[in-house]
């Protein structure tokens, strides 16, 4: 009757069902909202609890359960409907992303010059950043030794500054 892919996808699906409403409280909700009258008459009636509901279940002329029962098995149907097709697409999503893992390890041998250009540039950046260290140093040691003898050369200027006023003072 039902394949075995069939029966173990519908096994599946019902061991992983989310929680949602039961039927009970569907119905009890879908009553509700069928039989609105019943709230409003409840809340216009006047009187103590067991009057108002009183009055309030007077307000329905006719209780219709079956019509009730027949629209929460109708909303039932369209959440289980609902939540099987999710079901079906996520294992539909995740059987294509098998086929694609399966084709990449299939092209993992074709490819393998890739690798070995990707290593190449490595080898090659690795060289080019060394090298970059190296200017860098060797740039901050210049800078370094421009500033060491602009200081010196600034103190032996003050030195001959202070000796030439000394000396006008001396005058």
Not at 48 to 71: H, K, P
Not at 80 to 88: D, E
Not at 92 to 110: C, G, P, T
């Amino acid at each position: 009757m039902f394949s075995q892919k069939t029966l173990r996808s519908l096994l599946v699906f019902t061991e992983n069902q989310r929680p949602g409403p039961s039927f009970i409280i569907i119905y009890i909700v879908t009553w509700l909202a069928w039989h609105n009258q019943i709230i409003s008459a409840y809340i216009q009636a006047s009187g103590d609890f067991w009057a108002r509901g009183s009055a309030a279940i007077s307000a329905i002329e006719e209780n219709q359960y079956m019509l009730v029962f027949f629209i929460a098995c109708l909303i039932l149907m369209f959440r289980l409907a609902f939540a099987f097709l999710s079901f079906k697409s996520r294992e539909a999503l995740n059987s294509a992303d098998d086929d694609y893992s399966n084709a990449r390890e299939d092209q993992k041998f074709e490819q393998n010059k890739d690798i070995q250009n990707l290593l190449a540039t490595l080898e090659t950046t690795k060289k080019q950043l060394q090298a970059s260290k190296e200017r860098e140093k060797k740039s901050t040691e210049e800078k370094n030794e421009a500033i060491r003898k602009t200081l010196e050369l600034q103190q032996k200027v003050e030195e001959l500054q202070a000796d030439l006023v000394l000396s006008e003072q001396a005058k």
